[in-house]
């Protein structure tokens, strides 16, 4: 237990289920860890139950006013001074063994991570794993570009080493940060993934009572949301290449495969089907979707769509 894991919590409003994320991380196998929590000035009783909880040393820093969750991680992320970094949610339970399993298994990779079972409000099994949920492939990775349409490494489910943190700031808007760090951590080494649930990973749930909006039926109507619906991934897609084309660990070959993606993009209004991007796509269609357990060749037709075509024919 040589290497020193740094536990980071980001909390917000999360006395309800606190107190049991904090006992699974005191009964920790591996016990050489720090744990750091920064408050996003909370409004219950967060702060007051991590004051008194003297079972574990908590390095506790208190925002003085609300960063929101991204800017928040990001801040507390800089603190850590561990070998290693473990990012943790307030509403979680890590089964005894995460982190002595993650360190043990990590050997010369930069990133590891495990999968999840989903649990209720009260902890109870809902006999599902977070892989299961989102019908996705967990993998392996050595290529940004598998976090590009999809992800399968959780923060929550993730310990990597500490020089990927020179490589991960700041957040991007458009990729979420836990892909953000597992697409840095796959280009300067390589993402590993454990077939093991090493959390119980609360899922909440949320009374829409008083606000249940009645379908829209009219076929004017649902073709325009389709329409809406495609310009806006098409949008979020080509900002996410830009925040890739930056990354500082970028890979030539991986650039290059970006680069070009970009171009195909940016000439979404003017077609109604590219069979040049279609083949590009096509060509690498096992890197660019290795994580989605959909038709990768029907999803690089569907990619290839311009908003022309998708304009007369929106629900291809």
Not at 91 to 99: A, F, R, Y
Not at 242 to 266: F, R
Request: charged fraction near 30%; proline fraction near 1%; charge should be positive.
């Amino acid at each position: 237990m040589s290497k020193l894991i740094s536990i980071c919590m980001a909390t917000y409003n999360g006395e309800k289920y606190l107190k049991e994320q904090l006992d699974s991380i005191k009964n920790q196998t591996y016990t050489n860890f720090e744990l750091i929590i920064q408050d996003d000035c909370s409004s219950d009783k967060t702060v007051e139950i991590l004051q008194n909880y003297d079972d574990i040393d908590i390095k506790l820093y208190q925002n003085e006013k609300n960063l929101g969750y991204i800017k928040n991680f990001e801040s507390l992320l800089k603190k850590s001074s561990g070998d290693y970094i473990a990012i943790c949610d307030q509403d979680d339970i890590w089964e005894g063994d995460k982190l002595e399993i993650l360190i043990n298994t990590i050997d010369k990779n930069t990133l590891i991570y495990s999968d999840s079972l989903l649990v209720d409000e009260n902890g109870n099994s809902l006999n599902k794993t977070l892989s299961q949920k989102l019908k996705n492939n967990f993998i392996n990775s050595n290529s940004a570009l598998n976090f590009l349409y999809d992800n399968s490494v959780s923060a929550h489910a993730m310990l990597f080493k500490k020089e990927l943190l020179d490589y991960i700031f700041p957040f991007p808007k458009t990729i979420y940060f836990d892909a953000w760090i597992a697409a840095n951590g796959a280009n300067l080494g390589l993402v590993k993934y454990v077939d093991k649930t090493l959390i119980r990973y609360r899922q909440h749930t949320t009374n829409t009572l008083g606000n249940v909006q009645k379908k829209d039926t009219k076929l004017t109507n649902k073709i325009q949301n389709k329409v809406q619906k495609k310009e806006q991934e098409v949008e979020n897609t080509l900002e996410k290449i830009k925040e890739m084309i930056n990354l500082k660990s970028i890979k030539k070959e991986d650039l290059e495969i970006l680069l070009k993606l970009q171009t195909y993009y940016e000439g979404f209004d003017k077609r109604y089907f590219s069979f040049e991007m279609f083949s590009f796509l096509n060509k690498y269609k096992n890197k660019l979707f290795s994580i989605t357990t959909k038709n990768r060749f029907s999803l690089c037709l569907k990619k290839s769509i311009g908003k022309k075509l998708y304009r007369v024919v929106p629900f291809l």
